[in-house]
């Protein structure tokens, strides 16, 4: 009887490591499980940022891909439309320019140099005197000069212009009425290369 009781408590024994252990296992099991779980939903927010970081990388040097070529083309563009303009000035410029160098030898040219001579005079009202400066081939416009001033007192000497029309010193006042032609085409390319200047400033809002 013994020896049946003995073989009873050792199976007891027996079941109860067995259940120990297996209870062991199911808490180390349940533990990995658990410690599984956290480390895939760590990865998976981890994976998600670093998607969304190089979503937002990729889109940020696309835009700046684009950005830049637009700035590419729209310089283009203006250098373009820059010298479209550039050239146009110089198309008129010369074209004024030759109209101007053969105007001299219009017959009308010499009722000209009356209008820019009475035009000095009314800007100085009340000057009894005045000096004109001519071009060397203008001198023969002297006399009907003269006949145009009646009262004022004409003097004249060669003035250092090309392309023709007047300059009126009024001594007595220390003014000077500058009526060539010449000072006219620098005034309008002037204005033209003025204009260009802030029509490009324009085109950028800048």
Not at 8 to 24: E, P, R, V
Not at 50 to 79: N, P
Not at 186 to 204: A, K, Q, Y
């Amino acid at each position: 009887m013994e020896e049946v009781k003995s073989k009873g408590k050792l199976k007891g024994f027996t079941t109860a490591i067995l259940s120990a252990a297996q209870a062991k296992a199911d808490a180390v099991r349940a533990e990995a499980d658990a410690r599984e779980r956290e480390a895939l939903a760590d990865y998976a927010e981890r994976a998600r940022q670093e998607g969304e970081r190089r979503t937002a990388q990729a889109l940020a040097e696309a835009r700046a891909r684009e950005d830049k070529r637009v700035m590419t083309e729209t310089l283009a563009a203006r250098r373009s439309v820059l010298s479209l303009r550039e050239e146009c000035q110089r198309e008129v410029i010369k074209d004024v320019r030759e109209k101007l160098r053969a105007y001299p030898d219009s017959p009308a040219y010499g009722d000209a140099l009356d209008r820019l001579l009475k035009q000095a005079l009314e800007a100085m009202p009340g000057a009894v005197s005045a000096r004109v400066l001519l071009r060397g081939e203008d001198v023969s416009h002297k006399g009907h000069l003269k006949a145009a001033a009646p009262g004022v007192e004409l003097s004249f000497a060669e003035g250092f212009f090309d392309l023709g029309g007047i300059i009126v010193d009024f001594p007595d006042e220390h003014r000077r009425a500058d009526l060539t032609f010449d000072t006219a085409l620098e005034d309008l390319s002037g204005r033209f290369t003025e204009l260009t200047g802030l029509g490009m400033e324009g085109t950028d809002g800048q």
